[in-house]
């Protein structure tokens, strides 16, 4: 089932962006707006990237970004390819940690450790990604940015994110599972490097990725 994100989420975007406005005036992280993907499928395959990239030119803008085969951002051309080959055709769904739009995760990160404050904007977006991701009930996930794994599992990299997510390894399937009391409990996830882009993995590595991702599907 198709479920509209932007009718969901459209409200408590905007107040979190409201309310950072008055504290980060002058952080363009912030004053660059947000960028949500649209639309989520139920019971599907979940690809999650970090965070939403700009262009030179682009201006700051609040939307949801609307996904579909005929038009879409170049960067996502790769993620549509993945998705097929794991067996899904348009009905996976994209969502990132956070919504503020950058083209380098360094300033997400030196803006975290220079303010506090700051960090506690991130946790704040990080909150509505797992809303998003309960909403989905996704049958599996793939983590696909090494620091989006570090603000998505408990105690790594002493982030200290009470909100993220307890996983287990499963040496039956060969991959983790979230361990939690809620819709998300038993998903499988997949953690990876980044599917496209200057440091996106290699042939081999994706190919295996796909494979296993089906293996598990199967089950």
Not at 44 to 55: A, D, K, Q, T
């Amino acid at each position: 089932m198709k479920i509209s994100v932007e009718n969901c989420f459209k409200q408590k975007y905007d107040d979190l962006w409201t309310g950072a406005a008055k504290k980060f005036s002058h952080c363009e992280l912030v004053s660059n707006g947000y960028d949500v993907v649209d639309h989520i499928y139920e019971n599907s395959m979940m690809i999650v990237g970090l965070n939403p990239s700009i262009g030179k030119n682009d201006k700051p803008q609040k939307f949801f970004e609307k996904l579909n085969s005929n038009s879409y951002p170049r960067y996502y051309r790769t993620i549509f390819d993945f998705a097929y080959e794991c067996g899904f055709d348009m009905n996976f769904s994209y969502a990132d940690i956070f919504a503020m739009r950058c083209s380098s995760q360094k300033h997400i990160l030196n803006a975290i450790k220079e303010n506090q404050q700051f960090k506690v904007f991130c946790i704040e977006q990080f909150c509505l990604f797992k809303e998003i991701l309960l909403l989905a009930k996704p049958s599996v996930i793939v983590v696909a940015n090494s620091y989006a794994k570090q603000w998505f599992v408990k105690g790594e990299d002493c982030l200290n994110n009470k909100h993220a997510f307890t996983i287990e390894k499963d040496d039956e399937i060969g991959t983790y599972r979230i361990k939690e009391d809620s819709a998300l409990n038993n998903v499988p996830v997949f953690f990876s490097g980044m599917l496209s882009g200057q440091h996106s993995l290699d042939l081999g590595s994706r190919e295996r990725l796909v494979w296993h991702i089906k293996r598990i599907l199967k089950r």
